[in-house]
């Protein structure tokens, strides 16, 4: 299913798929900063959903997650939006997927975080 899912091969939606994967059993985990994708990522009875397939992220910001993701893993939330540079929505939108919640923070206190991130680039 991960595989169907990655290419997006199969004569179905993708939507049959998910929910066949959940007829069978498996589970979805949320995106992961740190496992970003490009593909579907197996963890035993769950796939891992990418965070490069959030809705509204551009090519730009795509790439420079994988590029930096292949230089190390990412430490923070303020690691990552120094070392990539997202556009603040889209920073808005891996935060509301999930992507960073392996940091340990509410996603409200990731919102606030986000937020002063932006105010401090906009300041340079």
Same mark, same amino acid.
Do not use: C
């Given at each position: 299913?991960?595989?169907?899912?990655?290419?997006?091969?199969?004569?179905?939606?993708? +939507?049959?798929?998910?929910?066949?994967?959940?007829?069978?059993?498996?589970?979805?985990?949320?995106?992961?900063?740190?496992?970003?994708?490009?593909?579907?990522?197996? #963890?035993?009875?769950?796939?891992?959903?990418? &965070?490069?397939?959030? /809705?509204? &992220? !551009? *090519?730009? !910001?795509? /790439?420079?997650? &994988?590029?930096?993701?292949?230089?190390?893993?990412?430490?923070?939330?303020?690691?990552? #939006?120094?070392?990539?540079?997202? +556009?603040?929505?889209?920073?808005? !939108?891996?935060?509301?997927?999930?992507?960073?919640?392996?940091?340990? *923070?509410?996603?409200?206190?990731?919102?606030?975080?986000?937020?002063?991130?932006? /105010?401090?680039?906009?300041? /340079?």
């Amino acid at each position: 299913m991960a595989a169907v899912l990655t290419n997006g091969k199969g004569f179905y939606d993708p +939507l049959v798929y998910v929910l066949e994967s959940y007829r069978l059993g498996l589970k979805f985990l949320p995106p992961s900063i740190n496992e970003p994708g490009p593909a579907f990522a197996v #963890h035993g009875n769950a796939i891992r959903v990418p &965070l490069t397939r959030a /809705k509204g &992220l !551009t *090519e730009r !910001t795509i /790439k420079r997650l &994988l590029a930096e993701r292949e230089r190390g893993s990412f430490a923070s939330l303020a690691d990552f #939006h120094r070392r990539v540079k997202p +556009l603040p929505e889209e920073l808005e !939108t891996m935060i509301r997927a999930g992507g960073f919640d392996e940091f340990g *923070e509410t996603r409200t206190r990731q919102f606030w975080e986000a937020q002063q991130l932006v /105010k401090a680039e906009s300041r /340079k």
